[in-house]
């Protein structure tokens, strides 16, 4: 007993000593004046702002403050998050930029490789390396380097899975963390508010609302008119002129590009579906598992607006196919499929690009490749 406590506290050194090396690294790297350019500078300007008094939705509040430090951005850019991302943001506004931008590169690498090792727990080989190819998948790479805030939503997302059955009012509170970007996760959405209808999840629905109510609490007290900057944002925010590289948007832009509600449609079906899976498979289920996986990546493939940074949720469901008894030439295509979205990374192939509408479409095809539907023999990992 004595002997695994040890064990566990130099494994966890061990982790700590790692991120911080290469948080350092990556402050090497990227530095301070390379932030501007990444979506950490939206996310400071909101903090800076919001300590202010001022609306963090404000195009013209966050020019001039990027213009006050020097930067001249062609165009400012904007929080989309809901205020629930408040109380991860309002940190960065004590800080100056250069060291805000030095913590919240700890923070984003903490938060991945925190889900990484947690990953490994979960699926209980705790000898094996398994679990660092994790750092491998091309999107954990495009998240850290961009600096995007889905990291938090990723350890919510893992604890959550860790924690559903034995402590689920805590596995409540973390995956309320999710609803920083809740349209990533649409079906899930929809499969867990039947799960906890059905078995009578109270606890993790209490959870959940008390994670959301303190979250919104917060935002509002700093704030009180934040939840209308909010909408007032979305409403203004010109959205059939932005392109993001995902199924959705070549739907909408293949059919009329000018109908904006297009790009729900495909979010909509894949609710119906989670909806009937959930209830064609609700015996037996589970969320750490073939049934949550399958569910992250097909919300991952219909979401109405996304980025390749926030396919680091798929980490979970890939990482997952290596420690079931997969056949290997599925193994071999995902590697084949992250390679590919690290070269064109490392080929400086920007996110807004239409190169990268592939990915969660090779992802959820991978795992479907690798675990057929309904798989019995994976039943070790409920």
Same mark, same amino acid.
């Given at each position: 007993m004595e002997h695994n406590k040890a064990g566990g506290v130099r494994e966890y050194i061990a982790l700590l000593v790692f991120i911080a090396i290469l948080s350092l690294?990556?402050?090497?790297?990227?530095?301070?004046? /390379?932030?501007?350019?990444r979506d950490f500078i939206c996310y400071w300007t909101s903090g800076q702002l919001l300590l202010h008094g001022v609306d963090p939705?404000?195009?013209?509040?966050?020019?001039?403050?990027?213009?006050s430090q020097g930067y001249?951005?062609?165009?400012?850019?904007?929080?989309?998050?809901?205020?629930?991302?408040?109380?991860?943001?309002?940190?960065?506004?004590l800080l100056s930029f250069k060291l805000a931008n030095v913590v919240w590169l700890f923070l984003i690498v903490s938060s991945i490789a925190v889900s990484i090792h947690l990953l490994r727990e979960l699926h209980g080989d705790l000898t094996s390396r398994t679990h660092l190819l994790g750092y491998a998948f091309a999107p954990t790479l495009i998240c850290v380097s961009a600096g995007q805030i889905v990291a938090f939503a990723l350890f919510g997302i893992v604890v959550f899975l860790l924690l559903y059955k034995g402590r689920p009012f805590v596995a409540g509170v973390a995956l309320s963390v999710c609803l920083i970007k809740p349209h990533l996760l649409l079906p899930f959405g929809v499969a867990l508010l039947l799960w906890i209808l059905f078995q009578r999840q109270t606890r993790v629905a209490l959870g959940m609302?008390?994670?959301?109510?303190?979250?919104?609490?917060?935002?509002?007290?700093?704030?009180?008119?934040?939840?209308?900057?909010?909408?007032?944002m979305m409403r203004n925010a010109a959205l059939d002129q932005e392109f993001m590289p995902t199924p959705?948007?070549?739907? /909408?832009?293949?059919?009329?590009?000018?109908?904006?509600?297009?790009?729900i449609v495909p979010a909509v079906l894949?609710?119906?579906?989670?909806?009937?899976?959930?209830l064609e498979h609700r015996e037996g289920w589970t969320w750490a598992g073939h049934n949550g996986y399958l569910l992250i990546?097909?919300?991952?493939?219909?979401?109405?607006?996304?980025?390749?940074?926030?396919?680091?949720?798929?980490?979970?469901?890939?990482l997952f196919l290596f420690y079931a008894d997969c056949p290997r030439t599925a193994l071999y295509w995902l590697a084949g499929a992250s390679t590919i979205a690290m070269v064109e990374m490392f080929a400086a192939v920007q996110v807004t690009s239409g190169?990268?509408?592939?990915t969660t479409t090779a992802w959820l095809a991978c795992y479907l490749i690798a675990i057929p539907p309904a798989p019995k023999r994976l039943s070790a990992y409920s």
């Open positions: 690294l990556l402050c090497i790297i990227a530095p301070s004046d /390379r932030a501007s350019k939705y404000s195009p013209d509040a966050i020019m001039r403050l990027e213009r001249r951005p062609e165009k400012a850019m904007i929080l989309r998050n809901p205020p629930l991302a408040v109380p991860l943001l309002i940190p960065l506004g609302f008390t994670g959301m109510l303190t979250a919104s609490a917060i935002a509002t007290a700093i704030r009180p008119s934040i939840w209308m900057d909010y909408f007032s959705s948007t070549f739907f /909408r832009l293949a059919i009329h590009p000018a109908w904006v509600w297009l790009q894949g609710c119906l579906w989670a909806a009937w899976y959930y990546l097909v919300s991952l493939l219909v979401a109405p607006r996304a980025w390749v940074t926030d396919e680091v949720l798929a980490v979970p469901a890939l190169f990268y509408v592939w």
